[in-house]
T-cell receptor, first 113, second 115 residues
Framework: KNQVEQSPQSLIILEGKNCTLQCNYTVSPFSNLRWYKQDTGRGPVSLTIMTFSENTKSNGRYTATLDADTKQSSLHITASQLSDSASYICVVSAARGSYIPTFGRGTSLIVHP | DAGVIQSPRHEVTEMGQEVTLRCKPISGHDYLFWYRQTMMRGLELLIYFNNNVPIDDSGMPEDRFSAKMPNASFSTLKIQPSEPRDSAVYFC?????????????FGEGSRLTVL
């Protein structure tokens, strides 16, 4: 069964600090992995996509990594801001059928001033 | 483009009442998804359509739930009769037929409270 596990479940950090969120998956065969950001009361929005051949990708202060061998991904946030407070959801798509994605349960990040 | 549009944003109803949630996908997107989000279970796929045809409804929890897509620009999710455990945020998302990229574009959600 395709599964996506995220850790930690929640995280509280001070503004300006860095943090790293983790994602482990068992989706096979692998197509791509996305990180979504979901602000409170809003729908999720894609931050970045990782394909099999990519190890690292940056989007501003967000850097995603992918290790396809160990089936792990991380999302690193540098110099956190209050606006980074949100839920971050790891989503993995299999390379078959209609590429229907499997969602993790998300990591809730709170950035305190 | 206005994005995926959902209505209502908030719905409070009493147990046993019928609830209808509505969704307008992004024009040109061939796939439409309905998700339910709770604190305990995260985002759960209920059903998805391709070219207005339901493809997989295995996530629909019970016969009380039904979904339709009469045309490419409109879909409904109906709960009849509603129960308190149906309280959740329901999201609609759409996606173009773009192979393996598969980014989902979500609406703002409909928060349902069943008393």
């Amino acid at each position: 069964k395709n599964q996506v596990e995220q850790s930690p479940q929640s995280l509280i950090i001070l503004e300006g600090k860095n943090c790293t969120l983790q994602c482990n998956y068992t989706v096979s065969p692998f197509s791509n992995l996305r990180w979504y950001k979901q602000d409170t009361g809003r729908g999720p929005v894609s931050l970045t996509i990782m394909t099999f051949s990519e190890n690292t990708k940056s989007n501003g202060r967000y850097t995603a990594t992918l290790d396809a061998d160990t089936k792990q991904s991380s999302l690193h946030i540098t110099a956190s801001q209050l606006s980074d407070s949100a839920s971050y959801i790891c989503v993995v798509s299999a390379a078959r059928g209609s590429y229907i994605p499997t969602f993790g349960r998300g990591t809730s990040l709170i950035v305190h001033p | 483009d206005a994005g995926v549009i959902q209505s209502p944003r908030h719905e409070v109803t009493e147990m046993g009442q019928e609830v209808t949630l509505r969704c307008k996908p992004i024009s040109g997107h061939d796939y439409l998804f309905w998700y339910r989000q709770t604190m305990m279970r995260g985002l759960e796929l209920l059903i998805y359509f391709n070219n207005n045809v339901p493809i997989d409804d295995s996530g629909m929890p019970e016969d009380r739930f039904s979904a339709k897509m009469p045309n490419a620009s409109f879909s409904t999710l109906k709960i009849q009769p509603s129960e308190p455990r149906d309280s959740a945020v329901y999201f609609c998302a759409s996606r173009p037929t773009s192979g393996s990229s598969g980014e989902l574009f979500f609406g703002e959600g409909s928060r349902l409270t069943v008393l």
